[in-house]
């Protein structure tokens, strides 16, 4: 299991459980995401269909949304908008 640090939040990412440390205590957080830390996915909406990697998660009171990297930027996605095969149709 790979922990990754994000300051005072640590992360498992096979299981996308958190634990929030918060003035000396602890609160966990389960992230339910049918994506990992680093998998490949692929924006439906992207006409160019550009591979992109999952880099983190944004917890809001509206929802989780994925944070998604390429080299042109980052960019935070909900689930729906997200695919883990490339969308042949939309490239026409």
């Not at 640590?10 to 459980?17: A, D, E, F, G, V």
């Not at 490949?40 to 006409?47: E, S």
Request: charged letters at 20%; proline letters at 3%; hydrophobic letters at 35%.
């Amino acid at each position: 299991m790979a922990e990754v640090s994000l300051g005072d939040t640590r992360c498992w990412s096979n299981h996308l459980r958190c634990i929030v440390n918060r003035h000396n205590h602890e609160d966990v957080m389960l992230i339910d995401s049918k994506y990992d830390f680093g998998s490949i996915v692929y924006m439906v909406a992207d006409r160019e269909q550009l591979p992109r990697v999952v880099t983190g998660f944004l917890v809001q009171p509206i929802g989780t949304r994925v944070e998604v990297s390429s080299p042109a930027g980052t960019v935070y996605c909900y689930e729906f908008e997200l695919s883990s095969e490339k969308n042949v149709l939309s490239q026409y």
